[in-house]
């Protein structure tokens, strides 16, 4: 039973490129979140998804950054004109039930991107 | 806006002795979770806490939430070099969806 997938591991991008991460959820899971986190910070929350649906993305700029969660494929966390400070560890979870009262996100290992 | 406060940032200990860190929210929490964070690695699940005044433990850890649900602390007993890492506690407010993270508490052990 594969755990959270996130691809790439690493990504290098030179400012005004875009970022594209990937996450692929844990087998039956139909909710997505995205973190981002910086050296030495804690977790900040982005935006939260379940499958075809933005369910609350308040804590992504509104600029520039967008997310997707299709009904085929991996939720998408993509960066337009990346500048250096988007650079940091990218993290998704995800979570099978609907009410996060009563589950566990279960975390991927994260993207970490490197803006030059 | 919402706010979780961990104290202390870090902490160095000798291998054996106990380790504790403190979780504080500006707000009610409907429930709290712990994680643990290896360096470089992520976030890990520990545990959920869920009733006013709530005490879980896990072989060596102990949680317990406060009678306020604004406020939660980990303790370690006897902490080992395999406990290094960083503890965030994550908080969630009733009615919303996203769990706020705490700023972290970093441990080191030394041998």
């Known amino acids: 039973n594969a755990g959270v997938m996130q691809n790439p591991r690493h990504l290098v991008r030179r400012r005004g490129q875009e970022a594209r991460l990937r996450c692929s959820p844990m087998k039956g899971h139909s909710h997505v979140y995205w973190y981002r986190q910086l050296p030495e910070e804690g977790l900040k929350f982005m935006v939260y998804?379940?499958?075809?649906?933005?369910?609350?993305e308040s804590g992504m700029p509104k600029e520039r950054f967008s997310a997707e969660f299709p009904k085929e494929g991996p939720s998408i966390l993509r960066i337009q004109q990346v500048v250096r400070g988007d650079s940091a560890a990218y993290f998704c979870?995800?979570?099978?039930?609907?009410?996060?009262?009563?589950?566990?996100?279960?975390f991927g290992p994260g993207t970490r991107l490197t803006v030059l | 806006g919402q706010q979780v406060m961990q104290i202390p940032q870090y902490q160095h200990v000798q291998e054996g002795e106990d380790f504790t860190t403190y979780c504080n929210s500006s707000t009610t929490l409907s429930n709290i979770q712990w994680y643990k964070q290896r360096p470089g690695g992520h976030p890990v699940f520990l545990i959920q806490l869920v009733k006013s005044g709530e005490v879980k433990k896990q072989k060596r850890l102990t949680f317990q939430f406060g009678e306020a649900k604004k406020n939660s602390s980990l303790h370690i007993t006897a902490t080992q070099t395999t406990d290094v890492g960083t503890y965030f506690c994550a908080g969630l407010t009733s009615g919303t969806y996203k769990y706020i993270f705490g700023t972290g508490t970093r441990l080191k052990v030394l041998a």
């Open positions: 979870a995800s979570s099978p039930l609907a009410s996060p009262h009563k589950d566990t996100q279960y």
């Open positions: 998804l379940q499958k075809e649906n933005i369910i609350d």
